[in-house]
């Protein structure tokens, strides 16, 4: 059988335990066990910061690529998932751009993927540069405003 002095100890023992993983100062029993409880839940929003973090690096923004033909751009985009509106967006960029849509293929439905030949006369004053952060910002924008919803 075990004495009340062994118990004593043994919780004496896991309190100091528990102090010391809490980094708590306290003396007594009732304010370490309130520094822990304190201690837990700054580590469950510290939890719940992460998960959000890591559902926010999982929404990456898609991959775009950009090559500059003779009389046009290549323009590719793919992402593992596609929001509404997003090829919209991207139009909206190239007419901004002046760039018309000689020929495309799209799929918007789970994932996206987006082959677009774009051009015109103007396109003598666009870089592939320009074009490729005018579609990802067009793409930021959309799929800012669906986060927001």
């Known amino acids: 059988m075990v004495s009340r002095e062994h118990k004593r100890a043994v919780l004496h023992e896991k309190l100091q335990l528990l102090r010391s993983a809490t980094h708590s100062r306290a003396l007594s029993k009732t304010s370490i066990i309130m ?25 990456v923004l898609p991959v775009v690529t950009v090559e500059t033909l003779q009389k046009g751009f290549l323009i590719n985009v793919s992402s593992e998932r596609s929001y509404p509106g997003l ?61 927001q919803e």
Do not use: P
């Open 87 to 147: 090829l919209v967006c991207i139009l909206e960029a190239f007419e901004q751009l002046g760039l018309s849509v000689v020929q495309a293929r799209a799929i918007c439905t789970g994932t996206f993927c987006l082959e677009a030949v774009g051009g015109d006369i103007t396109v003598a004053s666009l870089d592939a540069q320009v074009v490729k952060q005018a579609v990802v910002h067009a793409i930021k924008t959309c799929s800012g405003s669906i986060e």
């Open 35 to 59: 520094d822990a409880s304190k201690y837990i839940e700054e580590l469950k929003k510290k939890v719940e910061k992460l998960n959000r973090e890591i559902a926010n690096a999982q929404n």
